[in-house]
C-alpha cells in the first residue's frame, strides 16, 4: 500500500514536471510569431513561465497530500483540518509573499524593467536582468553571478536600456593650460565621436542627429585645486551607451596628449627649508 502511494506520488511528480516544460516549450513557439519587442516577449515569458510553475507546484502539493490521505477535498473534515493548515502556512508568510507579488506586478505592468536591460537595484546590485517573475528579480552581475531580489524589496530602479542615453565624459585639465585650447582640443573629439557613431546617434531628425555630441563647457572650477573639469555630452541608443562612453573616454585622452594638453592629477610638493645655528 505505502510503496503504491510511493509511486504514484512520483509519477505525479513526473507528471507535474512535463507539464511545466511543455509550457515552457509552447510558450517559446508562440513567442516566435509575435510581434512585440524582444525584451517585452523575454519579459512575458519569463513571467508566464513564473506563473505556471506556482501554479502547477501548487496543485502538486495538494495531489501529494490527497495520496498520502493528509488532506481528502471531498471530505468536510479533512478539508477544515487542510484549510486550518493553508490557513496557518498563509498568515505567517502572507504578508511578505503579497508585498512580492503586487511590488512584482507594479514593476511587470508599468514596465519599469524588462528582461535584457542593464539595471542598478537599490543603488547596490547592478547587472543584466535575465528573470522576472510574481515574487522576485534575477540579474546577472559583472562577474556573472547571478542575483535575486524579493520584489517587495526592490525600492530604486536606474535602467540603462530605455530607448536612448546621454553620455557624458568629463576630464580634470591643470588651471596653468589655455581654456581655449581645451575646448577647441574637445571640439576635434566631437567630430571624431559624431563621425565614427553616426549610426547611433540618437533623436534624428532627418539627416540631422540632433544627440550629436558637443562640448558642454567647463563644469567645476571650485570643488578640486588640481584643475578645471571639462565635460561633453551626446545623446545615443541605449543598447550602445557603455561603448561609446568607454570610447569617448579614450578618445579624450588621446586627443588632449595629441593637442600638448596635459591631465591634471594629484601632485605633493615637500619643501625643505635649511636651518642655520649659530653658536654665541
Given at each position: 500500500?505505502?510503496?503504491?502511494?510511493?509511486?504514484?506520488?512520483i509519477?505525479?511528480?513526473?507528471?507535474?514536471?512535463?507539464?511545466?516544460?511543455?509550457?515552457?516549450?509552447?510558450?517559446?513557439?508562440?513567442?516566435?510569431?509575435?510581434?512585440?519587442?524582444?525584451?517585452?516577449?523575454?519579459?512575458?515569458?519569463?513571467?508566464?513561465?513564473?506563473?505556471?510553475?506556482?501554479?502547477?507546484?501548487?496543485?502538486?502539493?495538494?495531489?501529494?497530500?490527497?495520496?498520502?490521505?493528509?488532506?481528502?477535498?471531498?471530505?468536510?473534515?479533512?478539508?477544515?483540518?487542510?484549510?486550518?493548515?493553508?490557513?496557518?502556512?498563509?498568515?505567517?508568510?502572507?504578508?511578505?509573499?503579497?508585498?512580492?507579488?503586487?511590488?512584482?506586478f507594479?514593476?511587470?505592468?508599468?514596465?519599469?524593467?524588462?528582461?535584457?536591460?542593464?539595471?542598478?537595484?537599490?543603488?547596490e546590485?547592478?547587472?543584466t536582468i535575465?528573470?522576472?517573475?510574481l515574487?522576485?528579480?534575477?540579474?546577472?552581475?559583472?562577474?556573472?553571478?547571478?542575483?535575486?531580489?524579493?520584489?517587495?524589496?526592490?525600492?530604486?530602479?536606474?535602467?540603462?536600456?530605455?530607448t536612448?542615453?546621454?553620455?557624458?565624459?568629463?576630464v580634470?585639465?591643470?588651471?596653468?593650460?589655455?581654456?581655449?585650447?581645451?575646448?577647441?582640443?574637445?571640439?576635434?573629439?566631437?567630430?571624431?565621436?559624431?563621425?565614427?557613431?553616426?549610426d547611433?546617434?540618437?533623436?534624428?531628425?532627418?539627416?540631422?542627429?540632433?544627440?550629436?555630441?558637443?562640448?558642454?563647457?567647463?563644469?567645476?572650477?571650485?570643488?578640486?585645486?588640481?584643475?578645471?573639469?571639462?565635460?561633453?555630452?551626446?545623446?545615443?541608443?541605449?543598447?550602445?551607451?557603455?561603448?561609446?562612453?568607454?570610447?569617448?573616454?579614450?578618445?579624450?585622452?588621446?586627443?588632449l596628449?595629441?593637442?600638448?594638453?596635459?591631465?591634471?592629477?594629484?601632485?605633493?610638493?615637500?619643501?625643505i627649508?635649511?636651518?642655520?645655528?649659530?653658536?654665541?
Open positions: 500500500m505505502i510503496l503504491a502511494k510511493i509511486i504514484n506520488s509519477i505525479i511528480i513526473v507528471c507535474a514536471y512535463i507539464l511545466l516544460n511543455l509550457i515552457k516549450y509552447f510558450l517559446k513557439k508562440i513567442f516566435e510569431f509575435t510581434k512585440f519587442d524582444v525584451r517585452y516577449e523575454n519579459t512575458l515569458n519569463s513571467l508566464l513561465c513564473s506563473m505556471a510553475y506556482y501554479i502547477i507546484f501548487i496543485f502538486t502539493i495538494i495531489l501529494l497530500l490527497k495520496e498520502f490521505g493528509i488532506v481528502d477535498f471531498t471530505k468536510f473534515g479533512t478539508l477544515v483540518t487542510g484549510a486550518s493548515i493553508v490557513g496557518l502556512i498563509v498568515g505567517v508568510a502572507s504578508q511578505s509573499i503579497l508585498k512580492d507579488i503586487f511590488n512584482g507594479f514593476i511587470i505592468f508599468e514596465k519599469q524593467i524588462q528582461v535584457g536591460d542593464f539595471v542598478i537595484i537599490n543603488e546590485f547592478r547587472g535575465e528573470e522576472i517573475g515574487r522576485s528579480v534575477s540579474l546577472r552581475d559583472w562577474d556573472l553571478r547571478r542575483v535575486t531580489l524579493p520584489n517587495g524589496n526592490i525600492s530604486s530602479i536606474k535602467n540603462y536600456s530605455k536612448k542615453m546621454r553620455v557624458v565624459a568629463s580634470r585639465v591643470p588651471y596653468e593650460e589655455d581654456p581655449r585650447n581645451v575646448i577647441k582640443a574637445l571640439e576635434q573629439v566631437c567630430d571624431i565621436l559624431n563621425e565614427r557613431h553616426k547611433i546617434l540618437s533623436i534624428k531628425k532627418g539627416k540631422e542627429a540632433l544627440g550629436s555630441f558637443k562640448v558642454y563647457g567647463i563644469t567645476d572650477i571650485e570643488e578640486n585645486p588640481i584643475g578645471a573639469k571639462y565635460t561633453i555630452t551626446g545623446t545615443v541608443q541605449s543598447n550602445k551607451y557603455f561603448k561609446v562612453i568607454k570610447d569617448a573616454r579614450l578618445q579624450i585622452l588621446i586627443t596628449k595629441e593637442n600638448g594638453i596635459n591631465i591634471a592629477y594629484p601632485t605633493h610638493v615637500n619643501i627649508k635649511n636651518s642655520k645655528y649659530e653658536q654665541s
